[in-house]
Nanobody, 122 residues
């Protein structure tokens, strides 16, 4: 069974930085597009940044000059480096992976992590 485990969230002051990590655990043969979404209180979930297996990225305009997505395919991990954080970045951040092929030929169209809270406040 493949699961996504997120880490790196927490409380940070405005202007600070955090790095989120999401590792896919289990016997994994292939991970497709990996990325991050967020949901602020009372808001709909929105895309933050995603990266394809080939390295192509899509980043939300609201963060594209502050957040950097990267992935380490050897470690089945995707990262989100968040710089110059603002109070409006406060949200639950969730990892998402598409088109997963696991051991035994099991396929998952999409997987989600449990979500991790990022709070930007002084």
């Amino acid at each position: 069974q493949v699961q996504l485990v997120e880490s790196g969230g927490g409380l940070v002051q405005p202007g600070g930085s955090l790095r989120l990590s999401c590792v896919a655990t289990g016997i994994i043969l292939r991970l497709g597009t990996m990325g991050w979404y967020r949901q602020a209180p009372g808001e709909q979930r929105e895309l933050v940044a995603v990266m394809s297996l080939e390295g192509a990225t899509t980043t939300a305009e609201s963060v594209n000059d502050r957040f950097i997505i990267s992935r380490d395919n050897a470690r089945n991990t995707v990262y989100l480096q968040m710089n110059s954080l603002k109070p409006e970045d406060t949200a639950v951040y969730s990892c998402n992976v598409e088109d997963v092929i696991a051991g035994g030929g099991k396929r998952y169209l999409e997987l989600w992590g449990q979500g991790i809270l990022v709070t930007v406040s002084s």
